[in-house]
């Protein structure tokens, strides 16, 4: 089998994969939400909590998304290493937020503040804004405390603590990865997706502020 044979077989398999995803999110989202009755734990609470809110959902894919768009441009066969410093500023900050929710902190506007973070993430995606890594460093860790904040707010009584904080960074993680994974494959081959994606969860954000 020829060399180009082979990269054509995996680049369709890998778009085979990055289509069903959004499918696969979905579904373990509406699995998440449909579960009722007793607490399910500290472990699987966390994990399913990024997955029950679509506000949370989208900001994480879209976090993924921008950060590869951050990537040279003429880099087409790698992601950068850079791609993947926005998406661990957002999971340390996020961490913290949520400890400052479990401890009581008061925050304001919490919730007006994630629907923001949602409009915003869209808008820089749609213009493909390429900002200076630590500036967007710092505007990532502005939405990461919002939304880690909320997930503190909202651990389960009874819940372990320390199991809840990790299943929430794995889901997180796993979010980040999706978006990543997609938004290269998206600034590979379909550049105009990226603008019909951004301007898509940016009118999510406005609904979700409306």
């Known amino acids: 089998m020829s060399l ?28 998440a939400l449909a579960h009722t009755g007793h607490e399910i734990g500290g472990f699987a609470s ?26 040279a441009p003429h880099a087409l066969h790698r992601i950068s290493r850079r791609v993947w410093l926005w998406p661990a500023v957002f999971v340390g900050t996020m961490l913290c937020g949520a400890i400052a929710g479990l401890n009581g902190f008061a925050m304001p506007a919490v919730e007006s503040s994630i629907a923001l973070s949602v409009l915003a993430l869209g808008l820089l995606i749609a213009l493909r804004a390429r900002l200076p890594l630590i500036v967007g460093a710092l505007l990532i860790a502005a939405f990461a405390v919002v939304h880690g904040h909320a997930h503190g707010s909202e651990v389960p009584p009874g819940a372990s603590v320390w199991l809840y904080l990790t299943g929430m960074t794995c889901a997180t993680l796993l979010l980040h990865v999706s978006g990543v994974l997609a938004g290269t494959q998206l600034r590979r081959r379909n550049a105009w997706l990226v603008r019909v994606l951004g301007v898509a969860v940016a009118g999510v954000g406005i609904a979700l502020l409306a």
């Open 46 to 71: 966390g994990f399913t909590h990024p997955f029950g809110g679509l506000d949370h959902l989208l900001a994480m894919v879209a976090v993924g998304v921008w950060s590869a768009l951050q990537a």
């Open 4 to 31: 180009l044979t082979l990269k054509t077989t995996y680049w369709l398999r890998s778009n085979r994969i990055l289509r069903l995803l959004p499918l696969g999110l979905a579904a373990f989202s509406t699995g």
